[in-house]
C-alpha cells in the first residue's frame, strides 16, 4: 500500500516566517505533487515535479517554491509566509505507468499563518 | 483549457434515493476521467477511472464525450456515502501528466 507522509498535520507560523513543509514517499514514485485545497475552491496545484531536481509550476504557484533533492521526498517552501497562505495543503505522488496513473494523496497539513 | 466543472457545492439525499453527482470537463486532448472522494477526517483517495469501467462501493461512471460529462452515479444512497467528491482530468503540461480538479461536491445522505 502507498504511503505518503506528511511531516506536520498542524502548523501555525507569523507572517514572514519562512515555512518548510515536507512529504515523502515511500513507493519510489517518479511523480509528486503539492496542491492547496481551500473550502469553494477545491484542490489548486501549487508545483510538481516529475523527477529528482526537476519542478514545474502549476496553476498557482506564486509565493512558493520547492525542492526534490531525493526521489522520496519533496518540499513545499514558502518563501515569506502571507495570511493569504492559511490553507490546507495536500501531497500526493504517482507512479508513471501507462496512461495518467491516479495520485495517492497524503493526510494534509493545516497551516495558519497569524 | 483544462477544465473541471462541479455544479453543485452541495447536494443533500435520504438514505436508499439514487445519488447522480454531476461533472463536466473541457480538454482538447483525449481525456482520462477521475473521481475521488473524501470522507470526514480521512485523506483525498481514488474512488474510480474511466478506463477501469469498474464499480467502486456500489459507484459508477460512464464518459460521455459527446457531452463531455464524467457524472457519478450510485442507485441507492448509504449513510456512509456522506463526503466530499472531486472529479478529476489527466492533462499534460511540459511532458507531464497533472491532474486538474473541479471545487468539489459535498454529499450528505441523510438517515
Known amino acids: 500500500d502507498v504511503k505518503v507522509t506528511q511531516s506536520s498535520r498542524y502548523l501555525v507560523k507569523r507572517t514572514g516566517e519562512k515555512v518548510f513543509l515536507e512529504c515523502v514517499q515511500d513507493?519510489?514514485?517518479?511523480?509528486m505533487f503539492w496542491y492547496r485545497q481551500d473550502p469553494g475552491l477545491g484542490l489548486r496545484l501549487i508545483y510538481f515535479s516529475y523527477d529528482v531536481k526537476m519542478k514545474e509550476k502549476g496553476d498557482i504557484p506564486e509565493g512558493y517554491s520547492v525542492s526534490r533533492e531525493k526521489k522520496e521526498r519533496f518540499s513545499l517552501i514558502l518563501e515569506s509566509a502571507s495570511t493569504n497562505q492559511t490553507s490546507m495543503y495536500l501531497c500526493?505522488?504517482?507512479?508513471?505507468?501507462?496512461?495518467?496513473?491516479?495520485?495517492?494523496f497524503g493526510d494534509g497539513t493545516r497551516l495558519s499563518i497569524l | 483549457a483544462q477544465r473541471v466543472t462541479q455544479p453543485e457545492k452541495l447536494l443533500s439525499v435520504f438514505k436508499g434515493a439514487p445519488v447522480e453527482l454531476k461533472c463536466n470537463y473541457s480538454?482538447?486532448?483525449?481525456?482520462?476521467l477521475f473521481w475521488y472522494v473524501q470522507y470526514s477526517r480521512q485523506r483525498l483517495q481514488l474512488l474510480l477511472r474511466h478506463i477501469s469501467r469498474e464499480s467502486i462501493k456500489g459507484f459508477t461512471a460512464d464518459l460521455n464525450k459527446g457531452e463531455t460529462s464524467f457524472h457519478l452515479k450510485k442507485p441507492f444512497a448509504q449513510e456512509e456515502d456522506s463526503a466530499m467528491y472531486y472529479c478529476a482530468l489527466g492533462a499534460t503540461q511540459g511532458g507531464s501528466e497533472k491532474l486538474v480538479f473541479g471545487k468539489g461536491t459535498k454529499l450528505t445522505v441523510n438517515p
Open positions: 500526493a505522488s504517482r507512479s508513471t505507468g501507462v496512461g495518467n496513473q491516479p495520485q495517492h
Open positions: 480538454y482538447s486532448g483525449s481525456p482520462e
Open positions: 513507493m519510489d514514485h517518479e511523480n
